[in-house]
Structures are given as C-alpha cells and as structure tokens.
C-alpha cells in the first residue's frame, strides 16, 4: 500500500468490475459489507484500493497527510483489508487463517475469515473517519 503511485480516478463500479471472476464476488462481498456496516463513509478509488473514508494524520516532525480508513485490494496470492491507523493485532486470535501486519489483514478467500470479526474491524477503523490520528514512532 505505502509507496504505490496515485492512479487516475476510477469509479468503485469499474474497479469491481476489473476483477476476475473469482475475486469479484468475494470483494463485492466485502465492499457490501462495508458499506452496510459503515454506510456514511465515503467510497472511491485511491493508489489503486477500494476504499472508504479519510482520516488526517500529523506526525510529531510536523509532516501531515490524508489517507483512507478502509481499503480492499486484490493482490496475487490475497485479498487485503486496510485498517487505516488502528493496529489489528488485537484480532490475531479471531482470525486464525488470517496474516495480520501492520493495519492489514491478508486471507486467500473470503470463507478463511470469521465475518463477524471483520465487521468489528469494519466498525473500529471507520471510528476514524473525518478525524486527526498521531501515529506513535
């Protein structure tokens, strides 16, 4: 995610819709989960992610940004889900199939993960949604 290029504007339809036929369902799973879990969050494609809603951080150096609270991406080898700021390693134990890294949680399809526990994470990163984040260094 950190370090990809900004894409040109792309509706969160025809980003779906690129996908092959075995990511697409799973994905639109996901995108309509999202939005029903967290409906007032705003959806749109940045850096190549499905993503929803914006946050601002500041860092103590004085550098500042925006950037998504959630975001989905179809990689080679897994899906990710982008938690924005928050740390998931509070849901390693709940989502065993599941690599968890840095605000990200990776899985090879949709059935590897408990989707009650996605929605908790669903709901904990939009938490952020219009707000200023300090990362810690």
């Not at 092959?20 to 940045?46: H, T």
């Amino acid at each position: 995610m950190y370090g990809k290029r900004p894409t040109p504007p792309v509706e969160p339809e025809v980003w779906l819709a690129a996908l092959d036929d075995v990511r697409r369902p799973q994905l639109e799973a996901l995108d309509a989960r999202i939005r029903a879990v967290a409906p007032g969050m705003r959806r749109y494609v940045d850096h190549g992610f499905l993503s929803y809603g914006r946050y601002t951080y500041h860092y103590a150096s004085g550098r500042s940004g925006e950037w998504m609270c959630i975001a989905l991406a179809s990689n080679k080898a897994y899906i990710s889900l982008y938690a924005g700021p928050m740390g998931v390693e509070a849901y390693t134990d709940r989502l065993p199939k599941a690599s968890l890294g840095r605000g990200c949680i990776r899985f090879k399809r949709i059935d590897d993960v408990d989707l009650d526990v996605i929605d908790d994470v669903i709901r904990d990163a939009a938490a952020f949604d219009g707000k200023a984040f300090e990362p810690q260094r």
